[in-house]
């Protein structure tokens, strides 16, 4: 039987104002001005379904459509799709947006008998801080939509520094918290799902949902061509490792390590 691959494809929709008096400048449209589209692929091995025991490779496209920025800030791979209405340098703030997969038994046998998850969305805003040149500091709150209805943080601090002209280094801890409506469509096992699935019974409350460190070494090979390679190591914690289904037939230990690649096309509005 062949397994599923999980593709998530994030797509940044920006928007440069959501005020009718900035919708023009100088008598420009609200579109006008410097624009970019990246395009990529990234392809890691992962685990099957957050919990599990056991890896996969994965593929997933990298498409993001945004403003030219005053000049290069950084980014990780954990970074949802944002767009920023607040830009003073050293703090931005906006709103941010994700892509949820769906889950279900096809995506592997530890599965059985648990609920399909739907693909959805969650939606929300992202604050982001620079207390230092080599420094950053961002958080991001979301709203799920379809897939489940409980609200994700995630918060993450990266250090970076340019080992090489074009080569730079980051890296830093990482932490996420749920509500437990969101524990409830990934973790929870309700009667009826632990009678189909030998699990115990499990209703999970809000809390920590993991804690851990990632690194990227990235590639500038062109002005606009890019390489990266990652690594992401996740211990769950709280209402996810308490779930049974973790304890019974996953892992609390959860790593991703894979590369990427992408192209930036630069592009005008008037």
Same mark, same amino acid.
């Given at each position: 039987m062949f397994h599923r691959s999980v593709v998530s494809i994030s797509?940044?929709? @920006?928007? =440069? +104002?959501?005020a009718p008096a900035a919708a023009q400048d100088g008598g420009q449209h609200f579109w006008s001005g410097d624009w970019y589209l990246s395009v990529g692929v990234a392809g890691f091995s @992962?685990? #099957?379904?957050?919990?599990? =025991?056991?890896?996969?490779?994965?593929? +997933?496209?990298?498409i993001s459509v945004g403003r030219?920025? @005053?000049?290069?800030?950084? +980014?990780s791979r954990n970074d949802n799709p944002s767009f920023a209405l607040i830009d003073k340098g050293a703090f931005r703030a906006g709103i941010v947006?994700?892509?949820?997969? +769906?889950?279900? @038994?096809?995506?592997?046998?530890?599965? #059985?008998?648990? #609920? #399909?998850?739907?693909w959805g969305a969650e939606a929300g805003g992202f604050v982001e801080v620079y207390p230092t040149d080599f420094l950053r500091a961002r958080?991001?709150?979301r709203q799920g939509i379809r897939s489940h209805d409980g609200?994700?943080?995630?918060?993450?601090?990266?250090?970076?520094t340019d080992i090489a002209p074009d080569l730079q280094l980051s890296g830093g801890p990482r932490a996420t918290f749920a509500t437990s409506g969101y524990y409830d469509a990934y973790y929870g096992v309700n009667a009826k799902q632990a009678a189909a699935s030998g699990l115990d019974p499990y209703k999970p409350s809000s809390g920590i949902q993991s804690y851990g460190a990632g690194a990227a070494l990235t590639w500038k090979a062109t002005e606009n061509l890019s390489a990266s390679s990652f690594l992401e190591y996740k211990r769950l914690a709280g209402p996810a490792a308490d779930s049974s289904l973790v304890r019974d037939r996953g892992s609390k230990n959860q790593l991703l390590i894979g590369v990427s690649a992408t192209y930036k096309f630069n592009f005008s509005l008037q």
């Amino acid at each position: 039987m062949f397994h599923r691959s999980v593709v998530s494809i994030s797509f940044l929709i @920006a928007f =440069s +104002s959501i005020a009718p008096a900035a919708a023009q400048d100088g008598g420009q449209h609200f579109w006008s001005g410097d624009w970019y589209l990246s395009v990529g692929v990234a392809g890691f091995s @992962a685990p #099957k379904f957050e919990g599990a =025991s056991h890896n996969e490779f994965k593929f +997933s496209p990298l498409i993001s459509v945004g403003r030219q920025g @005053a000049g290069p800030r950084f +980014s990780s791979r954990n970074d949802n799709p944002s767009f920023a209405l607040i830009d003073k340098g050293a703090f931005r703030a906006g709103i941010v947006g994700r892509f949820v997969p +769906s889950r279900d @038994a096809d995506d592997d046998h530890d599965l #059985k008998g648990m #609920k #399909k998850v739907k693909w959805g969305a969650e939606a929300g805003g992202f604050v982001e801080v620079y207390p230092t040149d080599f420094l950053r500091a961002r958080a991001e709150v979301r709203q799920g939509i379809r897939s489940h209805d409980g609200v994700v943080a995630d918060l993450a601090v990266d250090a970076f520094t340019d080992i090489a002209p074009d080569l730079q280094l980051s890296g830093g801890p990482r932490a996420t918290f749920a509500t437990s409506g969101y524990y409830d469509a990934y973790y929870g096992v309700n009667a009826k799902q632990a009678a189909a699935s030998g699990l115990d019974p499990y209703k999970p409350s809000s809390g920590i949902q993991s804690y851990g460190a990632g690194a990227a070494l990235t590639w500038k090979a062109t002005e606009n061509l890019s390489a990266s390679s990652f690594l992401e190591y996740k211990r769950l914690a709280g209402p996810a490792a308490d779930s049974s289904l973790v304890r019974d037939r996953g892992s609390k230990n959860q790593l991703l390590i894979g590369v990427s690649a992408t192209y930036k096309f630069n592009f005008s509005l008037q």
